[in-house]
Nanobody, 127 residues
Framework: QVQLVESGGGLVQAGGSLRLSCAAS????????MGWFRQAPGKEREFVAAISWRGDLSYYTDSVKGRFTISRDNAKNTVYLQMNSLKPEDTAVYYC????????????????????WGQGTQVTVSS
């Protein structure tokens, strides 16, 4: 099992930026894809972005493409989510998640693929 701790959330005005971090421990971080999800009040949790175990492939939900960037530093066991041009509709609790599958190179990043989750960090974008 891997432990995940997110940080970097906060309150920002529309058009602003935030960088989320997720520190992992307890498993060989570099072997597993990582993802970011979010859940807004009254809504289902949704996929935001994922990055392959080598960091060479990344995937985004359409609503954040061109604004968010996922990256990872395997030497620091950390995955990041750089969020630019934030909108009020980006307001949510953001969760970091670790893939169950070692060395996975596919494109399936549904919730069920992730076996470990962080506690979440709140992002609030004011208009």
């Amino acid at each position: 099992q891997v432990q995940l701790v997110e940080s970097g959330g906060g309150l920002v005005q529309a058009g602003g930026s935030l960088r989320l971090s997720c520190a992992a421990s307890g498993r060989t971080f570099s072997r597993y894809a990582m993802g970011w999800f979010r859940q807004a009040p009254g809504k289902e949790r949704e996929f935001v972005a994922a990055i392959s175990w080598r960091g060479d492939l990344s995937y985004y939900t359409d609503s954040v493409k061109g604004r968010f960037t996922i990256s990872r530093d395997n030497a620091k066991n950390t995955v990041y989510l750089q969020m630019n041009s934030l909108k009020p509709e980006d307001t949510a609790v953001y969760y970091c998640a670790a893939d169950r599958r070692a060395f996975y190179n596919g494109r399936d990043y549904a919730d069920a693929a992730f076996g470990s989750w962080g506690q979440g960090t709140q992002v609030t974008v004011s208009s």
